[in-house]
Nanobody
Framework: QVHLVESGGDSVESGGSLRLSCASS????????MAWFRQAPGKEREGVAA????????YYADSVKGRFTISQDHAKNTVYLQMNSLKPEDTGKYYC???????????????????WGQGTQVTVSS
């Protein structure tokens, strides 16, 4: 069974940067996608970025394109989310997720992921 543990959340000022990490234990098939989601209070969980473990293809929500970068280190079984030019609207709890995804249209759909970490809080002040 795969376990995911996020870290790196913090409180920063607008315009700042953070790097989140998602360490996984257990076997992760190369066909699996890894993704980052976030959830602000009172809002639905939304997909932020995803990466195909097999070919490193990356996918981003429009709201973070050009500011966030997802990457992976296979040797460390870790996925990263580099977040630059942070805005107050980026505030939320960030979750790492993993699953097999069969269509690129679904890589940022939360209902297609069934393995989740516990989340790490990101707060951006103006």
């Amino acid at each position: 069974q795969v376990h995911l543990v996020e870290s790196g959340g913090d409180s920063v000022e607008s315009g700042g940067s953070l790097r989140l990490s998602c360490a996984s234990s257990g076997h992760l098939d190369s066909a699996i996608y890894m993704a980052w989601f976030r959830q602000a209070p009172g809002k639905e969980r939304e997909g932020v970025a995803a990466i195909d473990r097999g070919n490193d293809n990356t996918y981003y929500a429009d709201s973070v394109k050009g500011r966030f970068t997802i990457s992976q280190d296979h040797a460390k079984n870790t996925v990263y989310l580099q977040m630059n030019s942070l805005k107050p609207e980026d505030t939320g709890k960030y979750y790492c997720a993993a699953d097999y995804i069969y269509s690129e249209d679904d890589v940022l759909r939360k209902d297609d992921y069934h393995t989740w970490g516990q989340g790490t809080q990101v707060t951006v002040s103006s």
